[in-house]
């Protein structure tokens, strides 16, 4: 099925640094969700966009819903050690609709404390 | 707490024994899906439901069956499990609104090993 295009595949920061992360589809969306995979877990939902242009935090974390509706971008500022792990985009088409979400392949974040 | 919930967590079976793996939400959700995880190929779709007793297939169905005769459960069944289904497999639940997903939510996983 189709894939977006996540980047970075790996981070590696000092603790107290901000992450930046983005991903990118070749077709719009409706939806972006960021979610974040600790070891053998289950992926937790941190932020859902649902316009484009919107922004919307959560904590530490702010996520932003493209203008071209192809791209969404995640930061995390003042990164602790907790928040170690894998982050996944996904992205629902217009299209395809609710039955299809599509997901990035996850950025690894680890942190040097 | 609004959760999904997945039984077992872990489970080790033999080549060709029937299983059953468990998946309910409570939170009243209309879509219900399962995926399964694997190093280096991401989440992957098996089968999705929309629905009570409507259910469809996603890009790996193969080997797989599910139902879906109540709102709140929706079981993954391997008739006749084989090594290429070991995996981390996950349940999905979400609202469905003018054909939006709302609060996609992932169970803790099941982690299947098939020898």
């Known amino acids: 099925g189709q894939q977006l295009n996540q980047s970075p595949q790996s981070m590696f920061i000092q603790e107290g640094e901000d992450v930046s992360m983005n991903c990118t589809s070749s077709s719009i969306f409706n939806t972006w969700l960021w979610y974040k995979q600790d070891p053998g877990e289950g992926p937790v939902l941190l932020i859902a966009l649902y316009k484009a242009g919107e922004l919307t935090s959560n904590g530490r974390l702010t996520a932003q819903f493209g203008i071209t509706r192809k791209d969404s971008f995640l930061n995390i500022s003042a990164s602790i050690p907790s928040d170690v792990g894998i982050y996944f985009c996904?992205?629902?088409?217009?299209?395809?609709?609710?039955?299809?979400?599509?997901f990035g392949q996850g950025t690894r974040l680890t942190i040097n404390p | 707490e609004a959760q999904v919930t997945q039984n077992p967590r872990y489970l080790i079976t033999v080549t060709g024994k029937k299983l059953t793996v468990t998946c309910s939400q409570n939170m009243n959700h209309e879509y219900m899906s399962w995926y399964r995880q694997d190093p280096g190929l991401g989440l992957r779709q098996i089968y999705y439901?929309?629905?009570?007793?409507?259910?469809d297939k996603g890009d790996v169905p193969e080997g797989y069956k599910v139902s879906r005769k109540e709102k709140r459960n929706f079981p993954l069944i391997l008739e006749s499990p084989s090594p290429n289904q070991t995996s981390l497999y996950f349940c999905?639940?979400?609202?469905?609104?003018?054909?939006?997903?709302?609060?996609?939510?992932f169970g803790s996983g099941t982690r299947l090993t098939v020898v």
């Open positions: 999905a639940s979400s609202q469905y609104r003018r054909d939006r997903v709302y609060g996609y939510t």
């Open positions: 439901s929309m629905n009570v007793e409507v259910t």
């Open positions: 996904a992205g629902q088409s217009p299209i395809q609709g609710a039955q299809k979400l599509v």
